[in-house]
């Protein structure tokens, strides 16, 4: 079992700027790829931001793609997610998510989740 906690989220006006965290526990971080999705009211969980396990490859959805980043600290157990640029459309409950098959990070599945995090962003 690999157990997810995000942190970091919170209200900020359109512009502003976010960083949010996952930590991980339970079974060798290293090991796992990491995504971040979120979920907005009304709406299906989607894609943000993947990374695989050495922190060599990262994949975006379009809409976030030069606003965000994704990275990790495989030392820390951690996973980051830096959003700039916010805009009210990126309000949504953001959730992290962990498996060993990188292609179930980015939508397929994955085998581990967070509890989510919420993230506001006020016109």
């Known amino acids: 079992q690999v157990q997810l906690v995000e942190f970091g989220g919170g209200l900020v006006q359109a512009g502003g700027s976010l960083r949010l965290s996952c930590a991980a526990s339970g079974r060798t971080f290293s090991n796992y790829h990491m995504g971040w999705f979120r979920q907005a009211p009304g709406k299906e969980r989607e894609f943000v931001a993947a990374?695989?396990?050495?922190?060599?490859?990262?994949y975006y959805t379009d809409s976030v793609k030069g606003r965000f980043t994704i990275s990790r600290d495989n030392a820390k157990n951690t996973v980051y997610l830096q959003m700039n640029s916010l805009k009210p459309e990126d309000t949504a409950v953001y959730y992290c998510a962990a498996d060993k098959i990188f292609n179930r990070v980015m939508g397929v599945h994955p085998d581990y989740w967070g509890q989510g995090t919420q993230v506001t962003v006020s016109s």
């Open positions: 990374i695989g396990w050495s922190g060599g490859s990262t």
